[in-house]
T-cell receptor, first 112, second 115 residues
Framework: EDQVTQSPEALRLQEGESSSLNCSYTVSGLRGLFWYRQDPGKGPEFLFTLYSAGEEKEKERLKATLTKKESFLHITAPKPEDSATYLCAVQAGGGSNYKLTFGKGTLLTVNP | KAGVTQTPRYLIKTRGQQVTLSCSPISGHRSVSWYQQTPGQGLQFLFEYFSETQRNKGNFPGRFSGRQFSNSRSEMNVSTLELGDSALYLC??????????????FGPGTRLTVL
């Protein structure tokens, strides 16, 4: 069974204090790893897709990286508006299996 | 391009009732997936529809069902509601094409409360 574990569960940062969120996974045949951001009461907002080990993607203060067993979401000089829950999901298997398996998320709070 | 829309946004029902939720995907997307989100379990996959056919199903009881129409709009039905069905129900759409590196885009969700 596919498993996705995110750590830490919660993270408090001061504005400008860089850090990383971790997503480790155990799947059979990774097709893609996805990062989403979710604000309270809203649906997840797509951030990145990574497909193969060594791949990196950047968007503003966020950078996502992928290895064979885990992914990191690096947050550089965060601002209070970066406060949200960050979700990691994997899509695995072959054929017509397109379901996403999600981790429980990391709740990020950035204090001014 | 308009995003994924879900209606209604909020619902309050009592135990034993049934409920139908609706999802309109992004234009051109043929795959619609449904997820249940609760504080304890996180996001869990319910089922996926592609071209009016259920293509994948998660580990939920038969009380949870869905369908997709020819215009790719999808509905999800929950019969005989239980207190534990209270959750945020999320719909996601993607092109769903085989062999294509695809991304699922989520709607705002329907908050269901069962009393």
């Amino acid at each position: 069974e596919d498993q996705v574990t995110q750590s830490p569960e919660a993270l408090r940062l001061q504005e400008g204090e860089s850090s990383s969120l971790n997503c480790s996974y155990t799947v059979s045949g990774l097709r893609g790893l996805f990062w989403y951001r979710q604000d309270p009461g809203k649906g997840p907002e797509f951030l990145f897709t990574l497909y193969s080990a060594g791949e990196e993607k950047e968007k503003e203060r966020l950078k996502a990286t992928l290895t064979k067993k885990e992914s990191f979401l690096h947050i550089t000089a965060p601002k209070p508006e970066d406060s949200a829950t960050y979700l990691c999901a994997v899509q695995a298997g072959g054929g017509s299996n397109y379901k996403l398996t999600f981790g429980k998320g990391t709740l990020l709070t950035v204090n001014p | 391009k308009a995003g994924v829309t879900q209606t209604p946004r909020y619902l309050i029902k009592t135990r034993g009732q049934q409920v139908t939720l609706s999802c309109s995907p992004i234009s051109g997307h043929r795959s619609v997936s449904w997820y249940q989100q609760t504080p304890g379990q996180g996001l869990q996959f319910l089922f996926e529809y592609f071209s009016e056919t259920q293509r994948n199903k998660g580990n939920f009881p038969g009380r949870f069902s869905g369908r997709q129409f020819s215009n790719s709009r999808s509905e999800m039905n929950v019969s005989t509601l239980e207190l534990g069905d209270s959750a945020l129900y999320l719909c996601a759409s993607s092109t769903g094409l085989a062999g294509v590196k695809d991304t699922q885009y989520f709607g705002p969700g329907t908050r269901l409360t069962v009393l």
